[in-house]
């Protein structure tokens, strides 16, 4: 077993987010309100999006993590046309805006925060992210220019949807709590609900027990957290021993935003069981695969909440496993943990790490691939090693404290002799060698994920 309507178009996680070097070369007029695209800039995107630490230039704090401007004479060309980050939405065909295809538009599915829209897909956060989402009419706005052509200039959509303020949902919307699995069938686990102040992000960690008395197999498991969230992981530990008290509340960030580091070195002896990086998720394994839990278990649950608003919001989260039969499974799902402990920064220095892993017995079917560095990691890439897909990149990552998590729709096969390598930048920024450790000041470079052995 074992991470401002306000509106933040993909603080993101995964979302809208590809290199910003991938330009149209249509030439983009200056936006005004005679024009749509002018409309949706000048009304949406500059004072909602493009606000300092978020979207508004690469000096922003969050550009690392979402590599998207949408500042006025930017926006269009980092949008239309151009391929997503977020893993899913790429292999599903999406790009940041698809003209003429709304349903094939990363930004149309990012600001509907229906779960039920989504159909099951999780392509990352709806956004904003931790403030009201845009009004009925302002999507509906969205939506008809992009199935209108995306077009940079020309005013073809009825500007009044714009003052259409029908709420879609709130942050501090009413939450539904999931119901939990039928005795016998699952477990639930719960981050009972918490504060979040205005315009901080707080983020926690609580070890509950799972409630097995036995070993259980796990064959689906869902999420459910309140809106603005920006992640939810559950956790195994490396060391038991190590292993933080039971139901009590751990933040990352004190008060004034600086890290708690007691918790950053708890951070150190996870190892990642389940996620989601959206605020609804329902994950199946494939048929014949669960995921084999120990008797007497207990797992870290970590909630990270962003609240750019002028009021406290709260979080909430929900995890149910759901089990099956031992003697339904076929196949064990076991998890990925690829460590490279052969870290030697030197002080002052960026350096490139890469180990390669090596399936040595049975084929692996990997299901989900997720990473785990320290503060001092600025990229971890993992490549396909050996086999007709040697050298494809299948994980990029550049958020130390908040990876993306992916599910692979088709597993990679992987055969006897191929395997997984790991490719992690850090940047030393101290005045000391930095090497592979268990403390906040030491570094880590691991893959985790799901895997099962034909």
Same mark, same amino acid.
């Given at each position: 077993?074992?991470?401002?309507?306000?509106?933040?178009?993909?603080?993101?996680?995964?979302?809208?987010?590809?290199?910003?070097?991938?330009?149209?070369?249509?030439?983009?007029?200056?936006?005004?309100?005679?024009?749509?695209?002018?409309?949706?800039?000048?009304?949406?995107?500059?004072?909602?999006?493009?606000?300092?630490?978020?979207?508004?230039?690469?000096?922003?704090?969050?550009?690392?993590?979402?590599?998207?401007?949408?500042?006025?004479?930017?926006?269009?060309?980092?949008?239309?046309?151009?391929?997503?980050?977020?893993?899913?939405?790429?292999?599903?065909?999406?790009?940041?805006?698809?003209?003429?295809?709304?349903?094939?538009?990363?930004?149309?599915?990012?600001?509907?925060?229906?779960?039920?829209?989504?159909?099951?897909?999780?392509?990352?956060?709806?956004?904003?992210?931790?403030?009201?989402?845009?009004?009925?009419?302002?999507?509906?706005?969205?939506?008809?220019?992009?199935?209108?052509?995306?077009?940079?200039?020309?005013?073809?959509?009825?500007?009044?949807?714009?003052?259409?303020?029908?709420?879609?949902?709130?942050?501090?919307?009413?939450?539904?709590?999931?119901?939990?699995?039928?005795?016998?069938?699952?477990?639930?686990?719960?981050?009972?609900?918490?504060?979040?102040?205005?315009?901080?992000?707080?983020?926690?960690?609580?070890?509950?027990?799972?409630?097995?008395?036995?070993?259980?197999?796990?064959?689906?498991?869902?999420?459910?957290?309140?809106?603005?969230?920006?992640?939810?992981?559950?956790?195994? =530990?490396?060391?038991?021993?190590? @292993?933080?008290?039971?139901?009590? /509340? #751990?933040? %990352?960030?004190?008060?004034?935003? *600086? !890290?708690?580091?007691?918790?950053?070195?708890?951070?150190?002896?996870?190892?990642?069981?389940?996620?989601?990086?959206?605020?609804?998720?329902?994950?199946?394994?494939?048929?014949?695969?669960?995921?084999?839990?120990?008797?007497?278990?207990?797992?870290?649950?970590?909630?990270?909440?962003?609240?750019?608003?002028?009021?406290?919001?709260?979080?909430?989260?929900?995890?149910? =496993?759901?089990?099956?039969?031992? @003697?339904?499974?076929?196949?064990? /799902? #076991?998890? %990925?943990?690829?460590?490279?402990? *052969? !870290?030697?920064?030197?002080?002052?220095?960026?350096?490139?790490?890469?180990?390669?892993?090596?399936?040595?017995?049975?084929?692996?079917?990997?299901?989900?691939?997720?990473?785990?560095?320290?503060?001092?990691?600025?990229?971890?890439?993992?490549?396909?090693?050996?086999?007709?897909?040697?050298?494809?990149?299948?994980?990029?990552?550049?958020?130390?404290?908040?990876?993306?998590?992916?599910?692979?729709?088709?597993?990679?096969?992987?055969?006897?002799?191929?395997? %997984?390598?790991?490719?992690?930048?850090?940047?030393?920024?101290?005045?000391?060698?930095?090497?592979?450790?268990?403390?906040?000041?030491?570094?880590?470079?691991?893959?985790?994920?799901?895997?099962?052995?034909?």
């Amino acid at each position: 077993m074992k991470k401002p309507v306000a509106l933040v178009l993909a603080f993101a996680v995964a979302g809208l987010m590809a290199s910003c070097s991938k330009q149209l070369t249509t030439d983009v007029p200056t936006a005004t309100d005679q024009t749509t695209f002018g409309l949706i800039q000048n009304r949406i995107l500059t004072p909602s999006c493009a606000t300092a630490g978020c979207h508004a230039s690469e000096n922003d704090a969050a550009f690392k993590q979402h590599g998207l401007v949408l500042a006025a004479g930017e926006a269009y060309k980092n949008l239309v046309g151009v391929d997503p980050k977020n893993a899913l939405a790429l292999t599903d065909g999406l790009k940041r805006v698809k003209a003429f295809e709304s349903q094939k538009s990363l930004l149309y599915h990012k600001l509907n925060v229906d779960a039920a829209h989504h159909t099951g897909k999780n392509y990352g956060n709806p956004m904003p992210l931790g403030s009201d989402p845009l009004s009925v009419g302002q999507i509906e706005f969205v939506r008809r220019w992009i199935d209108g052509g995306a077009l940079p200039d020309g005013n073809l959509i009825d500007p009044t949807l714009l003052d259409d303020k029908t709420p879609s949902t709130g942050a501090n919307a009413s939450f539904q709590a999931p119901k939990a699995p039928i005795a016998g069938q699952g477990y639930q686990l719960r981050i009972d609900p918490f504060d979040v102040a205005p315009n901080f992000e707080r983020e926690l960690f609580v070890r509950k027990n799972v409630g097995n008395t036995d070993e259980i197999y796990v064959n689906r498991f869902t999420v459910t957290m309140r809106p603005g969230s920006h992640h939810f992981i559950a956790h195994d =530990f490396e060391s038991a021993a190590l @292993a933080p008290p039971l139901n009590q /509340v #751990r933040d %990352l960030r004190n008060a004034d935003g *600086s !890290l708690n580091f007691a918790t950053v070195l708890q951070m150190s002896n996870h190892v990642y069981l389940a996620g989601s990086q959206s605020p609804n998720l329902d994950y199946s394994f494939p048929e014949g695969a669960a995921l084999l839990i120990p008797a007497n278990a207990s797992v870290d649950l970590n909630a990270h909440y962003v609240n750019k608003g002028k009021t406290t919001m709260q979080g909430e989260a929900y995890l149910n =496993f759901y089990t099956t039969p031992k @003697a339904a499974v076929t196949k064990v /799902v #076991r998890t %990925l943990n690829l460590g490279n402990t *052969s !870290l030697s920064i030197p002080a002052g220095q960026e350096m490139t790490f890469k180990k390669t892993f090596l399936v040595t017995a049975k084929t692996r079917q990997v299901l989900t691939l997720t990473s785990h560095m320290h503060k001092l990691g600025t990229k971890f890439v993992i490549r396909i090693k050996g086999g007709a897909r040697d050298g494809e990149v299948v994980y990029s990552t550049t958020d130390w404290e908040h990876p993306d998590i992916i599910n692979f729709k088709t597993p990679i096969t992987l055969a006897k002799g191929e395997g %997984l390598t790991s490719e992690i930048t850090y940047n030393n920024t101290t005045n000391r060698t930095v090497k592979f450790g268990l403390t906040s000041e030491d570094e880590m470079g691991i893959i985790f994920g799901y895997y099962y052995e034909e």
